[in-house]
């Protein structure tokens, strides 16, 4: 993985950190593409804190979790002006965007620190090593603990990061979710799930609950010059600061096309342009798309050549309305 060090390189905490934090709620493959375009856009930490927030959600747009891209911003900020990272897992927990799990990585792996993170891979390692039958999320804390014991092991104090990434490549490439290759597992003999044959059905994770659906408009308003109109959603909430489409507020109850003209941005001859469906942690989203064209954009929010969207910090949901609106309207 591009983050890791050759033998024989210092590990750059900046980059275990950048790596870890797009690591969140999203997979290794979605995020190595983002990571080598963001480091060679900002290679340091320095760089990273320079640049405007704006071009940094716009070197995220895609990566979802977009609360991540601003605490990263932020965080950029703060060890710049301290003039690097601190070497201490307290002192990196008081850092935004930092918590417990992120402060043991970047401790163990850039530092050396004698800690275990504890991911999602580790969580399953440990589950299945010791048999631990306790449902998540209540499992959590027992898996901790199974995790800290296996750090008082001398090779583990020795070499933390070797220790650590060893670990997360265990759970990644033999101890997987679905038929775990127990056969040529360095600790199946010491495995008690494997002796109780229940490895394949560890950890126990709780029943998925239902996400509710909410309902939305948004409408792509275009004018003579090739610009569309654009606005920032608030700083704060879902999707905070980043650029949309104008439309109305996500709900649970359908919009009816006479409510939702009462949110258009100026009056037009509105026609629908299909729908879009996305999905967020806590609710399914679905939007109809309202597509017109104005002689001239007289609306809040700002106008943006259409030509050059792709520099817009637009979200994943909203890459998908604008496809939407103009694979309709050219077919129109």
Not at 84 to 92: I, K, S
Not at 242 to 249: F, S
Not at 256 to 282: D, L
Request: net charge positive; proline share 9%; with cysteine.
């Amino acid at each position: 993985m591009p983050w890791r060090a050759e033998p024989g390189q210092t590990t750059d905490a900046y980059r275990v950190w950048l790596s870890e934090i797009m690591l969140q709620q999203t997979t290794v493959t979605a995020v190595i593409p983002y990571y080598e375009r963001f480091v060679s856009r900002f290679p340091t930490v320095e760089a990273l804190a320079e640049a405007p927030l704006d071009t940094v959600l716009s070197a995220w747009a895609g990566l979802g979790y977009y609360a991540r891209a601003r605490n990263l911003h932020a965080c950029a900020r703060a060890v710049a002006g301290m003039g690097g990272f601190p070497r201490d897992l307290q002192g990196l927990q008081d850092l935004p965007g930092i918590g417990v799990y992120t402060a043991s990585a970047i401790g163990s792996i850039a530092f050396g620190l004698p800690t275990v993170p504890v991911d999602g891979n580790v969580e399953r390692v440990t589950s299945r090593l010791f048999a631990i039958d306790t449902p998540l999320p209540l499992a959590k804390p027992l898996m901790r603990a199974a995790a800290e014991r296996l750090g008082t092991d001398p090779l583990a104090r020795e070499r933390p990061s070797d220790f650590a990434q060893a670990l997360f490549d265990l759970g990644a490439g033999l101890c997987t979710p679905t038929s775990p290759a127990c056969g040529v597992c360095p600790w199946t003999d010491a495995c008690q799930a494997r002796k109780a044959g229940i490895a394949d059905r560890l950890p126990i994770k709780a029943p998925k609950k239902v996400r509710p659906v909410r309902y939305g408009v948004h409408f792509w308003l275009t004018d003579r010059g090739g610009n569309v109109l654009l606005r920032r959603r608030p700083e704060r909430g879902l999707l905070g600061g980043m650029t949309e489409l104008p439309g109305t507020p996500w709900r649970l109850e359908k919009w009816t096309q006479a409510e939702a003209m009462s949110h258009a941005p100026m009056p037009a001859n509105w026609r629908p342009v299909g729908q879009v469906q996305h999905g967020f942690t806590h609710f399914e989203l679905v939007l109809d798309i309202f597509a017109a064209s104005v002689p001239a954009l007289e609306s809040e929010g700002f106008q943006h050549p259409i030509a050059d969207l792709g520099r817009v910090a637009l979200p994943s949901v909203m890459q998908k309305c604008v496809r939407q609106a103009q694979g309709e309207v050219a077919e129109k």
